[in-house]
């Protein structure tokens, strides 16, 4: 066996294994591929399958296949499936934009500024980390009801125009402290200010970062629904995460196929996002979170 250096990668130190050993090791990386991806195809496959078959049958290969589903599911909740996925759409990129703008704003401020109590606000900042989101629901709802912004997308998005994650300021904190200074003092000398800088200069360097913070807050945002089940109230402005529970009744049948047909092409967004940006997400994570 050829020796593997100490800072190799996984995949080299898979590719270096050989005989029995890289047999087993390839075997119990598909076996829990297998598991992980269990639950996906699970929903695929239910998502074919008549509303009585589901959890009567548990295999992946259903017994009389229903087609049907899709269409009933797209269209049987009273409105078109298209226009949760609109509304998801709207508040998903207004918090994408918000997040990017405000939080690389207050990362290039701790990163670059000096100011009284820097530290102590960072450190506030961080403790925000550990704030459970029910703890402050109740304030933020009364805060919102009265500003009437009950049952419409601004206590969704707004807030993310104000740098209230403070996950993402840090990662772009660690992200900005490792671009050398002499950048900035060299754009002070040619007279650019510190937005200049900001924008010129730090902004497209930071790109992974950026891209870190738009694939995370496109997922955690499309897929909320604690937030958007308390502000949002009239079906039409409804999500996908509410669009969903309609197809549940507990008073009568539930249509549970036609749910977890919706729930597979729910899923596209956030998955066709994640295939597109999965080499960027990666780095920007290494770069973000490891340097400075």
């Known amino acids: 066996m ?3 250096t100490p800072n190799a990668s996984p995949l080299a130190r898979l590719r270096s294994l050989t005989g029995p050993r890289r047999i087993f090791t390839h075997t119990l990386l598909i076996g829990v591929a297998v598991v992980m991806l269990y639950p996906l195809l699970w929903m695929l496959s239910s998502s074919l399958k008549p509303d009585t078959e589901i959890f009567t049958h548990p ?4 017994n009389e296949l229903r087609p049907e589903n899709y269409s009933e599911g797209w269209s049987g909740s009273g409105n078109s499936f298209s226009l949760y996925i609109t509304n998801s759409l709207i508040v998903t990129i207004g918090a994408v934009i918000g997040n990017v703008i405000s939080c690389s704003l ?3 401020a701790f990163a670059r500024f ?5 530290k102590i606000w960072f ?5 925000t980390l550990m704030l459970p989101t029910q703890a402050v629901l109740i304030p933020q709802y009364t805060i919102f009801y009265n500003l009437t912004w009950i049952n419409t997308y601004l206590p969704l998005i707004v807030p993310k125009f104000l740098a209230v994650d403070a996950f993402f300021i840090f ?3 660690q992200f900005i402290r490792s671009i050398p200074r002499e950048l900035d003092q060299a754009a002070m000398m040619d007279g650019a200010n510190p937005l200049q800088i900001y924008w010129k200069i730090i902004l497209p360097l930071m790109k992974p970062a950026l891209i870190t913070t738009t694939i995370f807050t496109f997922i955690w945002t499309y897929d909320d629904f604690l937030h958007q089940l308390v502000y949002l109230q009239q079906n039409e402005k409804f999500t996908v995460p509410l669009g969903l529970t309609l197809f549940l009744d507990q008073t009568s049948g ?15 967004p956030t998955l066709i996002c994640f295939l ?4 960027r997400l990666v780095e920007g994570m290494a770069t973000s979170g490891m340097k400075g």
Do not use: D, N
Not at 59 to 62: F, V, W
Not at 114 to 118: L, S, V
Not at 276 to 279: D, G, H, L
């Open 106 to 108: 207050a990362a290039y």
């Open 276 to 279: 597109i940006f999965q080499k």
């Open 2 to 4: 050829s020796a593997i």
């Open 114 to 118: 000096e100011f009284r109590g820097k």
């Open 171 to 173: 990662l772009m904190v």
């Open 254 to 268: 539930s249509s549970y196929g036609a749910m977890f047909a919706m729930s597979t092409l729910a899923l596209l």
């Open 59 to 62: 295999g992946l290969i259903p």
């Open 123 to 127: 450190g506030l900042m961080l403790g």
